[in-house]
Antibody, heavy 123, light 107 residues
Framework: QITLKESGPTLVKPTQTLTLTCTFSGFSLSTSGVGVGWIRQPPGKALEWLAL???????RYSPSLKSRLTITKDTSKNQVVLTMTNMDPVDTATYYC???????????????WGQGTMVTVSS | DIQMTQSPSTLSASVGDRVTITCRASQSISSWLAWYQQKPGKAPKLLIYKASSLESGVPSRFSGSGSGTEFTLTISSLQPDDFATYYC?????????FGPGTKVDIK
């Protein structure tokens, strides 16, 4: 059974750096084709894809946020970490991590999601 | 980036109704489209992938169709558990993009 869980601060100040950790079980990020992505959702708004990392350390970022995002993985700990610099109140959102696959060059949907973690940006 | 639009933004329906939600992509995405259901305070749940493939465990009253730029999600007979917000997402190319959502509420 695949599970993912996000963790990190619930409150950050403007200009600070946010670090979120996705801890997962039921799969390995060293297995060919596996990926973990981050998606966020401001209160009452739509979902926004942020970043994705694959088993081979291929990383993809949202172009609009690329300069502020870094995604890394720790295969031994079954964790994926997302950092977002220069936080602003508009970054207030629930942040989700989710499991996906890639087969050769065929991308896939996010089939399993974590419960999400709410992050508020305020001074 | 590929832009995704959905219509309607809100849909009021009754239990037992047949419900159809439309999703359009700004350029062809072949069949690389997913549909998610989200309830308040919960994470999205994958319903449909590759435009028309039903995710394991999802009731058969949900179906998806379309290819290219126009897609539909149909609920054949709306159940009380189906009142939620539905999002489409393209995964044809990066950056992945989601539609703005369609809220299905009680008439």
């Amino acid at each position: 059974q695949i599970t993912l869980k996000e963790s990190g601060p619930t409150l950050v100040k403007p200009t600070q750096t946010l670090t979120l950790t996705c801890t997962f079980s039921g799969f390995s990020l060293s297995t060919s084709g596996v990926g973990v992505g981050w998606i966020r959702q401001p209160p009452g708004k739509a979902l926004e894809w942020l970043a994705l990392i694959y088993w081979d350390d291929d990383k993809r970022y949202s172009p609009s946020l690329k300069s502020r995002l870094t995604i890394t993985k720790d295969t031994s700990k079954n964790q994926v970490v997302l950092t977002m610099t220069n936080m602003d109140p508009v970054d207030t959102a629930t942040y989700y991590c989710a499991h996906t696959l890639i087969v050769v060059v065929t991308l896939d949907a996010f089939d399993i999601w974590g419960q999400g973690t709410m992050v508020t940006v305020s001074s | 980036d590929i832009q995704m639009t959905q219509s309607p933004s809100t849909l009021s329906a009754s239990v037992g109704d047949r419900v159809t939600i439309t999703c359009r992509a700004s350029q062809s995405i072949s069949s690389w489209l997913a549909w998610y259901q989200q309830k308040p305070g919960k994470a999205p749940k994958l319903l449909i992938y590759k435009a028309s493939s039903l995710e394991s465990g999802v009731p058969s009253r949900f179906s998806g169709s379309g290819s290219g730029t126009e897609f539909t999600l149909t609920i054949s007979s709306l159940q009380p558990d189906d009142f939620a917000t539905y999002y489409c997402q393209q995964y044809n190319s990066y950056p992945f993009t989601f539609g703005p959502g369609t809220k299905v509420d009680i008439k």
